[in-house]
């Protein structure tokens, strides 16, 4: 693990040194878990954004064509023969 100098406002600071979490974990501990997280969700947000812009280039209308009534259920939501 390679240590790193950042510079921190004296006020977030001390609201993160007060943080229960942060007590029994160590700040290290939670700012490497925060990080993680950022970096997590902005990897989610590219996946979906790529998803996106590839959807909007083409369109899966075309795909489903024709299959618009298969959605539909017998009255008996299960599909079980209840006359057993």
């Given amino acids: ?3 790193i100098q ?4 004296e006020h977030l600071l001390a609201k993160l040194d007060n943080d229960a979490e942060v ?3 160590g700040r290290s501990a939670v ?3 925060a990080l ?3 970096l997590s969700k902005k990897r989610r947000s590219a996946i979906a954004s790529a998803y996106q812009r590839g959807y909007k ?3 899966d209308a075309a795909d489903f064509a024709g ?3 298969e959605g539909v259920w017998p009255d008996d939501a299960t ?3 209840s006359g057993s």
């Fill in 57 to 59: 280039k083409y369109p």
């Fill in 79 to 81: 599909g079980c023969d």
């Fill in 31 to 33: 700012i490497r878990r």
């Fill in 1 to 3: 693990m390679k240590a």
């Fill in 6 to 9: 950042i510079p921190v406002d």
């Fill in 36 to 38: 993680t997280e950022y």
């Fill in 67 to 69: 299959w618009a009534g």
């Fill in 23 to 25: 007590k029994r974990e």
